[in-house]
């Protein structure tokens, strides 16, 4: 859909917020459509949220009313139970969190936030920052193992049918020629990741609500307080997962002083080392089916997999460690 057609739901969606006079400014387009939005009568900022999203790998259930409703729903017990800076919801002049707008005969669902306000970073350089980053993803986790979730909560799974969705995925674009041969190594890798993780049990201190997508673009840094935004992916999965996505970012020299901060908070199991790395190789298989889905995205995509196979793939099919070690792939 053209930006010219998405300020006109945005507007029309911020109507039903009683906002009349701000200022709107076009963010970006992934899993959401986000915009800026400044209320120039009660000086607020905001984050607008448009649920539509760019892959044509992503699934409906990302956003069904149900599911975003469930989404909001965590992001609210967050900054009213903890002191974790997360956006919180607002909601509309029906008291309700999901707003409903009709455009061109088409349901479109919004949801607005409050807009957290820092720097994000393209890269995480310094331990100190992966320290922060680490504590804040143990309070997140810590905080999902005691929360009573409210009836009706409804998010996406990832497990190993989520798994098995993004080898089918990368498959079919080998098949197709647009990813080369050596593509199906990701798939072997993915296959040895899944025998791993179906043989761990789903117990309360491994299993539960997690972001799903705590990569540094997500994470807003202000003074002393890293925050976490984009909660647009979560869903239930094993915490470990939550790192395997960090890591697929985070450069190995940086890795330790992560892990030191979150099992401050939260305890990693003693087999952490290999388990990390098959959420890492699971949290690359889901990232690739999602950008797969993108036109724009197969123009770099190869190179992006050639490295992936020869570095971080190759030894975990070979069973060397890289978690710690190594050249990562965007290197």
């Known amino acids: 859909m053209p930006k010219i057609e998405y300020d006109e739901i945005a507007k029309k969606s911020l109507q039903e917020y009683g906002l009349n006079h701000y200022e709107l400014e076009f963010v970006g387009q992934s ?19 448009i649920h539509e999203s760019r892959s044509q790998g992503q699934e409906e259930i990302w956003n069904s009313k149900e599911s975003l409703e469930s989404e909001v729903r965590w992001l609210d017990t967050l900054s009213s139970e903890t002191d974790i800076a997360a956006p919180k919801p607002v909601l509309n002049r029906n ?4 707003t409903r707008v009709v455009y061109n ?28 980053i680490g504590a804040l993803i143990g ?20 497990d190993e049918n989520k798994l098995d969705s993004s080898i089918e995925i990368i498959s079919k674009a080998i098949e197709q020629g647009i990813l080369s041969k050596e593509g199906e ?8 990741a899944r025998d791993i993780m179906i043989r761990i049990e789903r117990t309360s201190d491994k299993w539960g609500l997690i972001h799903a997508d705590l990569i540094p673009s997500n994470f807003i840094f202000h003074k002393d307080i890293v925050s976490p935004i984009d909660f647009g992916a979560c869903g239930f999965g094993y915490y470990l997962l939550d790192l395997g996505w960090t890591f697929s970012y985070i450069h190995p020299a940086l890795r330790e002083s992560l892990l030191n901060s979150y099992s401050a908070i939260f305890p990693l199991p003693s087999n952490h080392e290999q388990l990390l ?7 690359q298989l889901d990232t690739l089916g999602f950008w797969l889905g993108l036109p724009d995205a197969l123009e770099w995509l190869g190179g992006h997999v050639s490295k992936l196979v020869q570095r971080e793939f190759g030894h975990y099919l070979q069973g060397q460690s890289f978690l710690f070690t190594g050249t990562p792939y965007w290197e």
């Open 31 to 49: 899993g959401n459509v986000i915009y800026r939005v400044s209320d120039k009568e009660n000086m607020q900022q905001y984050s607008l949220r």
């Open 95 to 98: 008291n309700q969190l999901v």
């Open 105 to 132: 005969n088409r349901d479109v669902n919004c949801t607005l936030l409050t807009w957290v306000e820092g720097e994000q970073k393209p890269y995480i350089v310094t331990p100190e920052d992966a320290g922060k």
């Open 277 to 283: 790395e098959t959420f890492f190789i699971i949290a």
């Open 185 to 192: 190594l990701l798939i072997l890798a993915g296959q040895k």
């Open 139 to 158: 309070k997140l986790h810590r905080q999902s193992t005691k929360w009573s979730l409210p009836d009706g909560f409804l998010r996406p799974t990832f």
